[in-house]
């Protein structure tokens, strides 16, 4: 289905409603722009905390499927809805997916390589001659198939073939896609590769005999239009059952004798004589490097370039050269800028017709590249520059434009250091054979060879040929292996995975011997996520379809070890402090990941030893210095990696920095200004500028950055505790109290907590009397790792209550009506939270920055807050719009975006899920606990600790509570087991199997509390039961 007939269909259906079944029939315009009433009701509210159904996507829903189906930070590759693999990002390229302007519209995602599976099934009227064909998830000829189910539970996805639309099949056919994803174990989990594994099934009452056909183009550094095509060769390799097709690229070899290189253009004239030049953004003649307000410009030769940025990405214009005649096998450019095809571009012009084209990749670097022009040999030719593009990267780069036969090193291919080398593999176990077909005559005439080398526009398709046979009933599981090895990245530190593998061929081997305990975990896992908890299907999905984010483009696990991340996939370096703050799902799931961010950068090379400052994105004095949210959250961070460790030996390792960390946020605090405050002394309040998430800077005392700065007090005083200091620990808890006290007097008007502006401070980017949704960010921490409430706990749910009245509209287009949104995130009838609103009156005319946009990041954050309030009706409308919005028909239910795709923020969804769960976790202590927060009588979900992870559960009857913690992999070292009780608890007990084990109740002020008298090891298949009764 293309575009428009989806559009056709969409609107036919009325898939856009808001909130989707949940919604009124038709949501009434408000007298206010977002009205109170949200007009949701008890049976909608009922409906979304039902158990419900599996979801299936089905017709019109799959259009925006795209799952990530790689390895965690190996890369971006998708799964779309009818089982095909696009969305090729596997190697070491920047792929830049903007700042936001474009993100939200809808989007079907490229089928970059000819790819698929083919099945043939022998006509038992005459074998061997005539053969049944289906095609299953082909690219680009499409498949046989419209009756498609896809079941998207990451890390697998299930689809379900149908009826084909011409001649019955005697099979039932099932494909899962997927790589393995096992937590706690983050080697296995970040494998560059995706396993498709097939099951066939004998639906008919007679044997069968067939073959499952997979190909897969050889697409390393597949070229743009108009670029020199790499040698390519395919090879079959056989080791044991598995045979594999290596894809790789070969040095291409020289001309016998070249002639020397014709510069046409170096731009180092103070004009462009003998250019035609239209509007102003070209200026009279090349730039001299960058333009004052621009990024630095790198990469050109001498000292001039083409540079349109002209200090103003809004101005268009283009130049023509004159005419030149072409005499050489190539012409090499260098070019920056902009990736906007068609708008900021380079174009070759013959005959006056555009034969090829280049952009640049959005940033400022200019690389070499090269055009084939061997075609036109002999003809007139002109270059044109073109810049019709105003906006974010609405410029181009361009600088020495040569005609050359022999290229230089830096586009010859391959190159050991370029970010294209490396190998694709495509490996199955039986007995294959190696084809490279031309897709019409696939698979029956194809040529099979051993090895095939091609260069030029044709594709060179790999592909094999599994066997099979099925007896009525029978059925078959057939994998096939995709693997890619690209050892080099753009930022220059290499890929984790090229620590274990040589090539993809090696790759492969490894799933093939490992496949039957890789996917046993895996299926474990996606088990005891999605089929074995309680949580109602819907919110079980979304609320870890964003920790799909791992398995793309958005997170990089380098060679020496350092887990770093893009706020989106290309946009926004440096595993930014204040953005990643939000994300909690690569911490809880993957440790050591997150603790090496932790000490690798935060503590590493953001770490400005003389004053403890923590550089927001990652490098010191890289012009990106301090943030207020960002310094205590790396202080909150810190903490919960410690909770994630098994021992002491992380903290006490890490412990003087991060205490230094700290004590540059007080030395913030010491800078007061505060009416009252005394000067020199810290009082709990930060005041003086705060740089901050929203790219701007809050002056004076606000509760964004002033409840983080608490929680990290309070968490640098539970870190002091452990480390044996008790004078420090009792100075940040009271330098967190004095803050409480200013802040519950000063700071809480009207229902909810607001900013107080300095009066000598300009109002711009301010947000002051404004209802943040993000107002009590730090409160939430405070509860996602066990620590004291901070402020009082009736005016936190009331703020919470006013960010739910005040800011969540059940469709967003009224109030953008008014009010536009820098960026759109959420459109007409759907529902979402915006960044900030003014209840009261009091908007300034240049408030707080991205005000009227809706993040998914921040709703998270805000339901689970609420979420630990107790406030769980309000928690869910809002996830439930999330899920409404990203739903499959126009927005990829895996891809919430922001600035840029797949963005780290919304990884906050995990977070909703300890909430709902109530978890608390103190791995160095041996401390576990739950306290639901949604079904509480009969509850189950997954749950991790340190080295080992399960199914939790709660049971409820009248004065008796049952909670089991069940280990599924790895092992749990239990000393203190936590839960509430719906009733005083007077006794309890603890056993393991039909061991009693020795404990004893104890108080608590996070419910009731049970120490056994020694540490206990719970191994993989036992688990720990405890009952508490009244």
Same mark, same amino acid.
């Given at each position: 289905?293309?575009?428009?007939?989806?559009?056709?269909?969409?609107?036919?259906?009325?898939?856009?409603?808001?909130?989707?079944?949940?919604?009124?029939?038709?949501?009434?315009?408000?007298?206010?722009?977002?009205?109170?009433?949200?007009?949701?009701?008890?049976?909608?509210?009922?409906?979304?905390?039902?158990?419900?159904?599996?979801?299936?996507?089905?017709?019109?829903?799959?259009?925006?499927?795209?799952?990530?189906?790689?390895?965690?930070?190996?890369?971006?590759?998708?799964?779309?809805?009818?089982?095909?693999?696009?969305?090729?990002?596997?190697?070491?390229?920047?792929?830049?997916?903007?700042?936001?302007?474009?993100?939200?519209?809808?989007?079907?995602?490229?089928?970059?390589?000819?790819?698929?599976?083919?099945?043939?099934?022998?006509?038992?009227?005459?074998?061997?001659?005539?053969?049944?064909?289906?095609?299953?998830?082909?690219?680009?000829?499409?498949?046989?198939?419209?009756?498609?189910?896809?079941?998207?539970?990451?890390?697998?996805?299930?689809?379900?073939?149908? *009826?084909?639309?011409?001649?019955?099949?005697?099979?039932?056919?099932?494909?899962?896609?997927?790589?393995?994803?096992?937590?706690?174990?983050?080697?296995?989990?970040?494998?560059?590769?995706?396993?498709?594994?097939?099951?066939?099934?004998?639906?008919?009452?007679?044997?069968?005999?067939?073959?499952?056909?997979?190909?897969?183009?050889?697409?390393?550094?597949?070229?743009?239009?108009?670029?020199?095509?790499?040698?390519?060769?395919?090879?079959?390799?056989?080791?044991?059952?598995?045979?594999?097709?290596?894809?790789?690229?070969?040095?291409?070899?020289?001309?016998?004798?070249?002639?020397?290189?014709?510069?046409?253009?170096?731009?180092?004239?103070?004009?462009?004589?003998?250019?035609?030049?239209?509007?102003?953004?070209?200026?009279?003649?090349?730039?001299?490097?960058?333009?004052?307000?621009?990024?630095?410009?790198?990469?050109?030769?001498?000292?001039?370039?083409?540079?349109?940025?002209?200090?103003?990405?809004?101005?268009?214009?283009?130049?023509?050269?004159?005419?030149?005649?072409?005499?050489?096998? /190539?012409?090499?450019?260098?070019?920056?800028?902009?990736?906007?095809?068609?708008?900021?571009?380079?174009?070759?012009?013959?005959?006056?017709?555009?034969?090829?084209?280049?952009?640049?990749?959005?940033?400022?670097?200019?690389?070499?590249?090269?055009?084939?022009?061997?075609?036109?040999?002999?003809?007139?030719?002109?270059?044109?520059?073109?810049?019709?593009?105003?906006?974010?990267?609405?410029?181009?780069?361009?600088?020495?434009?040569?005609?050359?036969?022999?290229?230089?090193?830096?586009?010859?291919?391959?190159?050991?250091?370029?970010?294209?080398?490396?190998?694709? &593999?495509?490996?199955?176990?039986?007995?294959?054979?190696?084809?490279?077909?031309?897709?019409?005559?696939?698979?029956?005439?194809?040529?099979?060879?051993?090895?095939?080398?091609?260069?030029?526009?044709?594709?060179?398709?790999?592909?094999?040929?599994?066997?099979?046979?099925?007896?009525?009933?029978?059925?078959?599981?057939?994998?096939?292996?995709?693997?890619?090895?690209?050892?080099?990245?753009?930022?220059?530190?290499?890929?984790?995975?090229?620590?274990?593998?040589?090539?993809?061929?090696?790759?492969?081997?490894?799933?093939?011997?490992?496949?039957?305990?890789?996917?046993?975990?895996?299926?474990?896992?996606?088990?005891?996520?999605?089929?074995?908890?309680?949580?109602?299907?819907?919110?079980?999905?979304?609320? /870890?379809?964003?920790?799909?984010?791992?398995?793309?483009?958005? &997170?990089?696990?380098?060679?020496?070890?350092?887990?770093?991340?893009?706020?989106?996939?290309?946009?926004?370096?440096?595993?930014?402090?204040?953005?990643?703050?939000?994300?909690?799902?690569?911490?809880?799931?993957?440790?050591?990941?997150?603790?090496?961010?932790?000490?690798?950068?935060?503590?590493?090379?953001?770490?400005?030893?003389?004053?403890?400052?923590?550089?927001?994105?990652?490098?010191?004095?890289?012009?990106?210095?301090?943030?207020?949210?960002?310094?205590?959250?790396?202080?909150?961070?810190?903490?919960?990696?410690?909770?994630?460790?098994?021992?002491?030996?992380?903290?006490?390792?890490?412990?003087?920095?991060?205490?230094?960390?700290?004590?540059?946020?007080?030395?913030?605090?010491?800078?007061?200004?505060?009416?009252?405050?005394?000067?020199?002394?810290?009082?709990?309040?930060?005041?003086?500028?705060?740089?901050?998430?929203?790219?701007?800077?809050?002056?004076?005392?606000?509760?964004?950055?002033?409840?983080?700065?608490?929680?990290?007090?309070?968490?640098?005083?539970?870190?002091?505790?452990?480390?044996?200091?008790?004078?420090?620990?009792?100075?940040?808890?009271?330098?967190?109290?004095?803050?409480?006290?200013?802040?519950?007097?000063?700071?809480?008007?009207?229902?909810?907590?607001?900013?107080?502006?300095?009066?000598?401070?300009?109002?711009?980017?301010?947000?002051?009397?404004?209802?943040?949704?993000?107002?009590?960010?730090?409160?939430?921490?405070?509860?996602?790792?066990?620590?004291?409430?901070?402020?009082?706990?009736?005016?936190?749910?009331?703020?919470?209550?006013?960010?739910?009245?005040?800011?969540?509209?059940?469709?967003?287009?009224?109030?953008?009506? *008014?009010?536009?949104?820098?960026?759109?995130?959420?459109?007409?009838?759907?529902?979402?939270?915006?960044?900030?609103?003014?209840?009261?009156?009091?908007?300034?005319?240049?408030?707080?920055?991205?005000?009227?946009?809706?993040?998914?990041?921040?709703?998270?954050?805000?339901?689970?807050?609420?979420?630990?309030?107790?406030?769980?009706?309000?928690?869910?409308?809002?996830?439930?719009?999330?899920?409404?919005?990203?739903?499959?028909?126009?927005?990829?239910?895996?891809?919430?975006?922001?600035?840029?795709?797949?963005?780290?923020?919304?990884?906050?969804?995990?977070?909703?899920?300890?909430?709902?769960?109530?978890?608390?976790?103190?791995?160095?202590?041996?401390?576990?606990?739950?306290?639901?927060?949604?079904?509480?009588?009969?509850?189950?979900?997954?749950?991790?600790?340190?080295?080992?992870?399960?199914?939790?559960?709660?049971?409820?009857?009248?004065?008796?509570?049952?909670?089991?913690?069940?280990?599924?992999?790895?092992?749990?070292?239990?000393?203190?087991?936590?839960?509430?009780?719906?009733?005083?608890?007077?006794? &309890?007990?603890?056993?393991?199997?039909?061991?009693?084990?020795?404990?004893?109740?104890?108080?608590?002020?996070?419910?009731?509390?049970?120490?056994?008298?020694?540490?206990?090891?719970?191994?993989?298949?036992?688990?720990?039961?405890?009952?508490?009764?009244?």
């Amino acid at each position: 289905m293309d575009r428009r007939d989806f559009l056709k269909t969409a609107g036919a259906t009325g898939v856009l409603a808001g909130l989707g079944a949940l919604a009124p029939a038709a949501i009434r315009l408000p007298a206010r722009l977002i009205p109170e009433d949200k007009g949701i009701t008890h049976e909608m509210l009922a409906a979304l905390k039902r158990r419900g159904e599996r979801r299936f996507y089905r017709g019109p829903q799959r259009f925006a499927l795209g799952m990530p189906c790689g390895g965690v930070a190996a890369g971006q590759l998708y799964v779309l809805g009818d089982g095909a693999l696009g969305g090729w990002h596997v190697d070491g390229r920047q792929n830049s997916t903007g700042w936001g302007s474009d993100n939200y519209k809808v989007r079907p995602h490229p089928r970059e390589l000819t790819q698929g599976f083919t099945l043939l099934i022998e006509d038992p009227q005459a074998p061997g001659t005539h053969w049944i064909e289906a095609r299953l998830a082909d690219s680009q000829r499409g498949g046989s198939f419209d009756d498609i189910e896809f079941v998207g539970e990451y890390p697998v996805a299930e689809i379900r073939y149908g *009826k084909p639309r011409e001649q019955p099949l005697p099979v039932e056919i099932v494909l899962r896609a997927g790589s393995p994803f096992v937590p706690l174990n983050a080697k296995d989990s970040a494998l560059p590769c995706t396993v498709l594994r097939f099951t066939l099934k004998n639906t008919s009452q007679q044997p069968i005999r067939g073959r499952l056909v997979g190909f897969l183009e050889n697409g390393i550094d597949k070229p743009e239009p108009g670029e020199i095509p790499p040698l390519r060769r395919n090879r079959a390799l056989t080791r044991g059952e598995l045979s594999t097709v290596l894809m790789e690229m070969l040095p291409q070899p020289d001309p016998p004798d070249p002639r020397p290189d014709r510069m046409l253009f170096d731009f180092e004239s103070p004009t462009y004589a003998n250019w035609e030049v239209k509007g102003a953004a070209f200026g009279q003649g090349p730039a001299k490097g960058s333009f004052p307000r621009q990024n630095k410009v790198s990469g050109f030769e001498g000292a001039g370039l083409v540079n349109s940025y002209a200090d103003d990405d809004d101005l268009l214009g283009e130049i023509l050269s004159e005419p030149f005649s072409i005499d050489r096998h /190539f012409l090499t450019f260098l070019i920056g800028g902009g990736a906007h095809a068609k708008r900021t571009c380079l174009n070759l012009l013959v005959d006056g017709n555009v034969v090829a084209t280049a952009t640049g990749r959005n940033n400022e670097q200019l690389s070499p590249r090269a055009w084939d022009v061997r075609a036109w040999a002999g003809k007139q030719a002109r270059i044109q520059v073109v810049d019709a593009q105003k906006g974010p990267w609405g410029h181009i780069n361009v600088d020495a434009l040569r005609l050359v036969d022999r290229l230089p090193a830096s586009l010859k291919r391959p190159a050991p250091d370029s970010l294209t080398f490396g190998t694709l &593999a495509l490996a199955a176990a039986g007995a294959p054979s190696l084809r490279v077909p031309h897709l019409a005559t696939l698979p029956l005439d194809a040529d099979t060879r051993d090895s095939a080398e091609q260069q030029g526009a044709e594709p060179l398709v790999g592909a094999l040929s599994a066997p099979f046979s099925l007896a009525p009933g029978e059925s078959r599981e057939i994998p096939f292996i995709v693997a890619w090895h690209f050892p080099n990245l753009h930022t220059a530190n290499g890929v984790m995975y090229a620590n274990w593998f040589s090539d993809a061929a090696e790759v492969a081997a490894y799933v093939h011997d490992n496949l039957d305990r890789l996917f046993r975990d895996t299926d474990l896992f996606r088990k005891t996520w999605y089929e074995d908890t309680t949580l109602p299907w819907w919110l079980a999905l979304r609320l /870890f379809m964003p920790t799909a984010n791992l398995a793309t483009g958005t &997170a990089q696990w380098w060679k020496n070890g350092r887990f770093w991340g893009w706020e989106g996939v290309g946009c926004c370096h440096g595993t930014c402090t204040h953005v990643w703050n939000y994300s909690h799902a690569e911490a809880r799931l993957f440790p050591e990941l997150a603790r090496s961010t932790r000490v690798m950068q935060d503590l590493g090379t953001a770490f400005d030893e003389a004053t403890g400052r923590v550089a927001f994105r990652g490098e010191v004095n890289n012009g990106f210095e301090y943030a207020g949210d960002g310094q205590s959250g790396t202080v909150l961070k810190c903490y919960r990696e410690h909770l994630c460790s098994p021992d002491d030996s992380w903290l006490k390792a890490n412990w003087p920095r991060i205490r230094q960390v700290l004590e540059y946020q007080i030395e913030r605090d010491a800078m007061s200004r505060a009416a009252g405050a005394m000067p020199g002394e810290p009082d709990g309040i930060i005041d003086v500028t705060q740089h901050n998430t929203y790219d701007i800077n809050f002056e004076g005392p606000n509760t964004f950055v002033g409840s983080l700065y608490l929680a990290s007090l309070l968490a640098g005083a539970a870190m002091a505790r452990v480390m044996g200091d008790a004078t420090a620990a009792e100075r940040y808890r009271s330098i967190a109290r004095r803050g409480r006290n200013f802040t519950e007097s000063h700071l809480f008007e009207n229902g909810y907590f607001i900013q107080r502006i300095p009066e000598d401070a300009s109002p711009r980017w301010q947000y002051g009397k404004g209802c943040l949704s993000d107002q009590l960010f730090g409160q939430n921490w405070a509860r996602s790792v066990g620590l004291d409430t901070l402020y009082d706990e009736e005016k936190v749910r009331s703020g919470l209550r006013a960010v739910y009245r005040h800011n969540w509209a059940p469709a967003v287009g009224q109030y953008n009506a *008014k009010f536009p949104p820098e960026r759109w995130f959420a459109e007409g009838r759907e529902g979402g939270l915006f960044v900030c609103t003014w209840p009261l009156g009091g908007r300034a005319g240049e408030p707080v920055r991205y005000r009227d946009e809706v993040w998914t990041g921040c709703e998270y954050q805000a339901a689970g807050g609420m979420i630990w309030e107790n406030l769980l009706d309000e928690a869910l409308v809002i996830v439930k719009a999330v899920d409404d919005r990203y739903d499959g028909t126009t927005h990829n239910p895996w891809n919430e975006v922001e600035c840029g795709d797949h963005y780290a923020r919304a990884m906050a969804s995990y977070g909703v899920f300890q909430a709902l769960c109530g978890f608390s976790l103190d791995g160095p202590a041996g401390e576990i606990g739950i306290a639901p927060k949604l079904a509480p009588d009969n509850f189950a979900a997954f749950f991790s600790g340190p080295q080992g992870w399960g199914l939790a559960t709660q049971h409820r009857e009248t004065l008796s509570q049952t909670n089991k913690f069940e280990v599924r992999w790895g092992s749990l070292r239990v000393r203190t087991v936590l839960a509430q009780a719906a009733f005083p608890v007077k006794a &309890a007990a603890v056993s393991i199997g039909r061991r009693v084990v020795p404990a004893t109740l104890q108080p608590s002020d996070r419910g009731v509390s049970l120490r056994l008298a020694t540490d206990l090891v719970v191994q993989t298949g036992e688990t720990i039961e405890v009952i508490w009764t009244g």
